[in-house]
């Protein structure tokens, strides 16, 4: 079993970047694929972005492709989401999610984190 307990979310300004990380417990962290979704006010939850278990094959949703980065660190158990040139359509929370199995991808995701907002100012 996986916990995700995720920090970095806040208010930023319109053009401005955010880090969010997301660290996990439990054993066998490496063996997991990593995404990151959100949900903003009166909307589904959606797809942001998602890497393998060794972080050098990644996907990103169309609308964050090109200012959002994941990445994560194996021996620390922790998941990242580098969010640059913010817009404030990016105003959601944002949650950290866990799959089982190596490869990424966007569905199958099985743990959760807490969820934590992101807000940007225009």
């Known amino acids: 079993q996986v916990q995700l307990v995720e920090s970095g979310g806040g208010l930023v300004q319109a053009g401005g970047s955010l880090r969010r990380s997301c660290a996990a417990s439990g054993r066998a962290f490496g063996s997991y694929a990593m995404g990151w979704f959100r949900q903003a006010e009166g909307k589904e939850r959606e797809f942001v972005a998602a890497c393998n278990w060794r972080g050098d094959n990644t996907d990103y949703a169309d609308s964050v492709k090109g200012r959002f980065t994941i990445s994560r660190d194996n021996p620390k158990n922790t998941v990242y989401l580098q969010m640059n040139s913010l817009k404030p359509e990016d105003t959601a929370v944002y949650y950290c999610?866990?799959?089982?199995?190596?490869?990424?991808?966007?569905?199958?995701?099985?743990?959760w984190g807490q969820g934590t907002q992101v807000t940007v100012s225009s």
């Open positions: 999610a866990a799959r089982r199995g190596t490869v990424v991808g966007r569905n199958n995701y099985y743990y």
